[in-house]
């Protein structure tokens, strides 16, 4: 039965130390990571998506000052038609004149004459004209509205107002884009990271094979007894276990950085070949980031979007003069004789009082501006002690993977001088896995600090707003 269990653990041990960061099909840079994420990740997707909802309230605001136009068309059943006959509308009048005509005629034949001719007129001239439909029994309706704004200050710096806000909303939008890229570079050097510690587990199984057979070998030599082979079997377990549980750990990493790019395709990163530079001085890194930080820029653009509100509320106080026309058409004609009709004109538009509306709008716009010129003098301080924290701990990651090389290079040389002399009859087995153990915390603390190096320096460039650099557009 042992003999059993321990091929199963060699056989565990060989078929684990042949994983390795090929395990997928596509290898990816930082580069490539980051391309993947602008194009596929959601949380920039739905900040792209409030770029277009600003946009939009740019287009919204400009509409105030372009012409309208409205066309309406009408059906009407009317419950009777009536129309307007002028010879029965008259026939009072003319019948007024025959009563006074009669009444004189005998008296003053030349008046009752002259009466008579008038009438007589009138009657003809009234017979010539049409009947006018006032009402229609099927009544059809059709006209065209339209306004053209002449002089409104208010839609002018409303649409400054917009615009401004737009430039806020595209700021914000980088700050998003800054941090998700952050983050996705974080995932790619942790997972860079993993792979290492991986390998540094796979190198921990190979020497805890190595010392098992030793021990092994020992044993059947009858030059030590079973408890150095129970000993270096159960060293073999634990690095196999160790083995096991960086495994899912890289798994994890990976899972992570493919949600944060989009992608579902299997991935392995590359871990950069050489140290970051060494950084700047403070005060130049200070400088740029003063310049380059998209939270300073956003704030920035907070403080005008604030202030051009300010303004096209404190302007909504003017009038506003407009010009109109509009064309009717129908199927009747009406009073006028014309089946048509049609007017221009002048508007004049001045809102006198609204409850205190437009200054409770200005008077948060201003609130709002002084909140973001606080913020941006905090920023400013905030952002010196974030490029001075971030490049000492660049410094401290560079001189600490150099000391995790070095602790490894001596760990190595211990354990091959140990295992000698343990050979030899002249170490114990409990120094050959004591200096074991010491490889393998020093070969982990080695991935462990290249990793912290990593992204000390890419925290750096973030804080000096150097990361992420702007895509080509």
């Known amino acids: 039965m042992a003999n059993r269990y321990r091929s199963s653990a060699l056989a565990g041990a060989l078929i684990l130390s042949t994983a390795g960061p090929g395990w997928a099909d596509r290898s990816i840079t930082l580069d490539d990571a980051l391309a993947l994420a602008r194009t596929h990740n959601r949380d920039l997707r739905a900040a792209r998506e409030r770029l277009v909802e600003a946009e939009a309230g740019v287009a919204q605001a400009r509409a105030a000052l372009l012409p309208t136009v409205s066309a309406q068309g009408k059906y009407t059943r009317n419950y ?36 008579q001719s008038a009438v007589d007129r009138d009657r003809a001239l009234l017979a010539g004209q049409p009947t006018v439909v006032i009402q229609k029994l099927n009544q059809l309706d059709g006209t065209v509205n339209a306004a053209v704004p002449l ?90 276990q160790d083995l096991a ?31 970051p530079d060494e950084p700047g001085p403070v005060e130049a890194l200070v400088g740029e980031a003063r310049t380059r930080r998209p939270e300073i820029a956003a704030e920035r653009a907070t403080i005008a979007a604030a202030d051009a509100s300010a303004k096209a509320d404190a302007w909504r106080w003017s009038p506003v003069l407009s010009a109109f026309g509009f064309v009717h058409d129908g199927n009747y004609t009406g009073f006028s004789g014309d089946k048509y009709a049609w007017g221009v004109g002048l508007q004049l538009d001045w809102l006198l009082y609204d409850g205190g509306a437009r200054d409770a709008r200005r008077h948060i716009a201003l609130a709002q ?31 600490g993977v150099g000391a995790a090389q070095r602790a490894v290079e001596l760990a190595r040389e211990t354990l091959r001088l140990v295992r000698a002399q343990y050979e030899a009859g002249t170490a114990k087995q409990l120094d050959v896995l004591q200096a074991q153990d010491v490889l393998v915390g020093a070969e982990v603390a080695l991935a462990q600090a290249h990793f912290d190096v990593e992204l000390a320096a890419i925290q750096l460039r ?3 707003g150097e990361f992420p650099a702007r895509a080509a557009r």
Do not use: C, M
């Open 80 to 115: 009777k038609e009536v129309d307007f006959d002028a010879i029965a509308f008259s026939q009072p009048t003319f019948d007024v004149a025959d009563a006074i005509r009669g009444v004189t005629a005998t008296t003053n034949p030349a008046e009752a004459a002259a009466i």
């Open 369 to 399: 501006r002084r909140e973001a010129e606080a913020r941006l003098d905090l920023l400013a301080d905030t952002v010196s002690d974030e490029v001075a924290n971030a490049r000492g701990t660049l410094e401290t990651s560079r001189k």
């Open 151 to 240: 002089v409104s200050l208010p839609a002018y710096y409303g649409l400054s107002a917009a615009q401004s806000s737009r430039d806020a909303s595209t700021a914000g939008f980088h700050v998003t884009e800054a941090g998700v890229l952050l983050s996705v570079a974080q995932a790619y050097y942790a997972a860079a990271g993993t792979d290492e510690l991986v390998v540094a587990r796979q190198d921990a199984v190979k020497v805890a094979t190595e010392t098992f057979d030793v021990a092994r070998a020992r044993v059947a030599a009858e030059l030590a007894n079973q408890v150095e082979s129970t000993r270096a079997e159960t060293a073999l377990v634990r690095a196999q």
């Open 245 to 275: 549980e960086a495994e899912n750990r890289r798994g994890q990493a990976y899972r992570a950085l493919a949600t944060l790019i989009g992608t579902h395709e299997p991935i392995a990163v590359q871990a950069p070949p050489t140290l």
């Open 462 to 464: 973030r804080a000096a």
